[in-house]
């Protein structure tokens, strides 16, 4: 059974940084997509980033593009988003989500597997 556990999130001021983990487990993911969406209170889940496993092809949100990078660690089978230049508007529950079909969707019911989400508070 797949199984996605996010963690790093917290509060940080505007202008600053977070880095959050994504440890994957139950499968072997060379061939999946994974990805991650943010949710703000009263609004849609959004897409962030993706990584094909297979080829680190990524894909980023033009809200995040320039600010944030996602990338892989094979060994730890761990999928990372490093955010910087934070804005107060990056404010919600992050997601980590994995589609085994390794595809390049960036809508949330392209993907099978949710993991938990992590809060991320960006103060102005």
């Known amino acids: 059974q797949v199984q996605l556990v996010e963690s790093g999130g917290g509060l940080v001021q505007a202008g600053g940084s977070l880095r959050l983990s994504c440890a994957a487990s139950g499968r072997a993911f060379s061939r999946y997509t994974m990805g991650w969406f943010r949710q703000a209170p009263g609004k849609e889940r959004e897409f962030v980033a993706l990584?094909?496993?297979?080829?680190?092809?990524?894909y980023y949100a033009d809200s995040v593009k320039g600010r944030f990078t996602i990338s892989t660690d094979n060994a730890k089978n761990t999928v990372y988003l490093q955010m910087s230049s934070l804005k107060s508007e990056d404010t919600a529950v992050y997601y980590c989500a994995a589609d085994r079909y390794g595809r390049n969707f960036a809508t949330p019911n392209g993907y099978d597997y949710w993991g938990q989400g992590t809060q991320v508070t960006v103060s102005s």
């Open positions: 990584i094909l496993w297979s080829t680190v092809h990524t």
